[in-house]
């Protein structure tokens, strides 16, 4: 796990770039949102390379062992890319180049051909994405990584909304991050979470204003860590 320091830097770092905002927001659920998170706004060379280094480092802090990562298509491709520039750069890597891959959609029947482009895949591979939702992309991912003979040993993620899904009279019982640890056996290391956005907003007389809304949200639809 990122250190709190690190993780309350990506909160606000996120809030500076508009990528985390308060408000009320329509979800891909349904539900309406206190607040909302678009990494697809890191979108520029200092934004993504900043977002680099946190991946790197909540990867570092986390303890997990890897030996190169994988970006599932579409959102991990730059960030996979993103991340292993930031690794490399790391002074905890002493220098170790960690090589990466990602998937195409459709695979290519020319040149190299097949889905994956990159790295061979293999030894102990970190997936990593913006967000886990439905879980789809890291299953996806594990299947194409086991089925090159190597192994997926956790997945890293900019934020966990720690948030359980189905409607409100049926929820489930655990968040798609926990499903997905629980599924794979694996852990899944995110830079921040809710609860940190909570810390944020405690510390800030600036977002006062949103701290119930999104301690409601939370009461109603989190899960504990």
Known sequence: MATAATRSDFVRFALE????????????????????????????????GRLAEFYAQSLIDSGVEFDMLF????KGIPLSTATSVALARHPAMAGRDVPFAFNRKEAKDHGEGGVLVGAP?????????????????VRES????????????????????????????ALSA??????????????????ASLTDIMSVLEG????????????????RYGVQE
């Open 17 to 48: 770039q508009g990528v985390l905002r308060f408000g009320e927001f329509k979800v891909k659920s349904g539900r309406l949102s206190p607040y909302f998170f678009n990494a697809g706004l890191f979108n520029s060379g200092f934004t993504v």
């Open 204 to 219: 800030d007389a600036d977002l006062a204003e949103h701290r119930e809304a999104v301690q409601a949200y939370r009461a």
């Open 121 to 137: 895949l293999q030894g102990k591979v970190v997936i990593i994405d913006d967000v886990i939702t439905a879980g789809t992309s």
């Open 142 to 169: 594990v299947q194409i990584i086991r089925e090159a003979g190597a192994e997926p040993v956790a997945v890293l993620i900019a934020l966990d909304r720690m948030e359980r899904a189905g409607p409100d009279g």
């Open 174 to 191: 655990h968040s798609a991050v926990q499903e997905v640890e629980q599924t794979y056996g694996m852990p899944v290391v995110s830079i």
């Open 71 to 74: 970006g599932p298509a579409y």
